[in-house]
């Protein structure tokens, strides 16, 4: 029996998106890449928060700095409305992962992550601030 065009077609748009490194059908629905980010942040509503430590710079449209092993206690720096959108990252992505976790415990329930983090950010030329 021969695969119907759709088949086809979806088994190559999956290819190309396992190749170039776009979202795969497993991947984690709130992971964006730093096209889809650098969308997120630049809406108003959304607060970007980095959670990398030491400081090693920013993203242009960073709110707040809270470590990722201090999202919990530093709570009260974060947004009181848990409806508000959030956009975490950190260097690579390891760090953000545990500060995502952390927000979802404490209830929030709009939270992006940038995949592979302020790496892959300028691996496609964008630019990160300096720390102060």
């Given at each position: ?20 490194g ?23 509503k959304t ?52 500060a995502?976790?952390?927000l979802?415990?404490?209830g ?8 592979g ?6 691996a ?9």
């Open positions: 029996m021969r695969p119907s065009l759709l088949a086809l077609a979806l088994l190559g748009l999956l290819s190309v998106a396992a190749c170039s776009g979202a795969q059908p497993d991947a984690s629905p709130g992971l964006l890449t730093p096209a889809e980010f650098e969308l997120a942040v630049a809406d108003p607060v970007a928060i980095n959670v990398h430590v030491p400081d090693e710079g920013s993203i242009e449209g960073t709110e707040l700095s809270i470590p990722f092993d201090h999202v919990e206690e530093l709570a009260g720096e974060l947004p009181a409305d848990r409806s508000t959108p959030l956009a975490v990252y950190c260097m690579s992505g390891r760090m953000s992962a545990v995502v976790e952390t979802s415990e404490l929030y329930a709009h939270v992006v992550e940038l995949g983090g302020m790496v892959a950010w300028q496609t030329g964008r630019p990160v601030l300096a720390p102060p």
